[in-house]
């Protein structure tokens, strides 16, 4: 398939991936209210229910969108192989490990419920999130676009707007600990941290071509900001 340099706006390619991210996040919300609806509505149900329906959900279109062309190439297969061990990986996921170990020491006071938080908001979301925007919807929005700054721009835009699918999360947490907070409030602050989390690990893709560095940068900076 030959690129060409086109805009953002009215492209075919952008219309697919937010048909592909809308329904991840029906079918996330449904598996989530399925298992809620046999397990009792508590700070951590809710919580184990949202990690299980991520994870499924996430494991179910990588393993689908492994073997597309369009969203995992056979190039970045082998470069991704040929970068695994490089110094600036094994750097960085010292310091993931580190931060990890430091957020459950100094942030979660070892409350099974703030251990549940800290594993969905520091583990589970960020390889999530990662793996879905810059991997397999980088490599297919690049697909059809000559300059990867088009490509860093649109998924940056998409996976802002995402976080307004974890809504749920949000209203129903809020509800659950009886905060006086707007759960619009609260979406509304994750989207300005969204843009500057999308950005930095948007750079790091775009710069070193390696999802594993976007991987623990997002987890570094889900620890300093939990």
């Keep these: 398939m030959s690129k060409k340099s086109i805009s953002i706006i009215d492209k075919e390619y952008v219309l697919d991936c937010f048909l592909v991210l809308v329904v991840l996040q029906i079918a996330r919300i449904i598996i989530k209210n399925i298992l809620l609806s046999v397990l009792n509505f508590t700070d951590i149900n809710l919580n184990i229910a949202n990690i299980i329906s991520i994870m499924i959900v996430g494991i179910s279109v990588f393993m689908f ?29 010292i310091i993931t490990l580190i931060s990890l170990i430091l957020t459950v020491v100094f942030k979660t006071e070892y409350i099974f419920y703030e251990l549940i938080v800290m594993c969905l908001a520091t583990i589970v979301v960020p390889l999530y999130e990662e793996l879905l925007f810059r991997k397999y919807l980088w490599n297919y ?12 721009v649109v998924i940056t835009i998409m996976s802002v707007l995402f976080i307004l699918g974890y809504w749920d999360i949000v209203n129903q947490n809020l509800q659950i600990v009886g905060s006086d907070k707007f759960a619009v409030d609260v979406i509304f602050t994750n989207m300005k941290l969204g843009v500057l989390m999308s950005a930095i690990t948007g750079f790091m893709k775009y710069k070193y071509k390696d999802i594993y560095l976007c991987i623990f940068l997002h987890i570094i900076i889900s620890c300093v900001l939990l």
Excluded: C, H
Excluded at 65 to 93: C, H, Q, V
């Design 65 to 93: 969108l492994r073997g597309s062309s369009l969203f995992n190439p056979a190039g970045n297969r082998l470069t991704e192989m040929a970068n695994k061990y490089d110094n600036k990986k094994i750097i960085l996921f």
């Design 141 to 152: 929005v690049n697909s059809f676009v000559e300059n990867q700054k088009t490509t860093w």
